[in-house]
């Protein structure tokens, strides 16, 4: 699926992330299969449910200082992001708002934070 050794995402494959050494899966390891990502620090992505983005599942990036989000929208493209959604990113100052399937949010995100920009990646990890 992705493979980086620079990281800070190392490796994803289906339902399963590679973050600077620590895995993070479905099967329970880590913070699981979708993860909220703010520079190399990583954290679960509780509010993500279904497979339409809505305003409040974003919630966690919003008020941070973040000129790019990226979004992982699954291995298939599955996730979809709602027109309220991407209002309510636009409304909380993010510059520029990526929508990518997953391993290549991966590759934009790992490059982004490379480049020193203030980034944040939202990624779900199957579908």
Not at 107 to 121: D, H, P, S
Request: hydrophobic share 40%; aromatic share 6%; net charge positive.
């Amino acid at each position: 699926m992705f493979t980086d050794p620079a990281g800070p995402i190392e490796h994803f494959e289906w339902g399963k992330f590679q973050i600077n050494g620590k895995y993070h899966s479905a099967e329970g390891e880590g913070v699981g299969k979708d993860i909220f990502m703010h520079g190399i620090a990583v954290q679960a992505w509780h509010a993500r449910k279904g497979h339409r983005l809505k305003p409040d599942m974003v919630s966690c990036v919003l008020g941070k200082e973040i000129d790019v989000l990226v979004i992982g929208n699954g291995v298939n493209g599955a996730l979809k992001v709602t027109k309220n959604t991407r209002n309510a990113i636009n409304a909380a100052g993010i510059k520029k708002l990526i929508v990518e399937t997953t391993p290549k949010a991966c590759a934009t995100y790992n490059q982004l934070v490379r480049e020193g920009k203030q980034a944040a990646l939202l990624a779900h990890g199957t579908c």
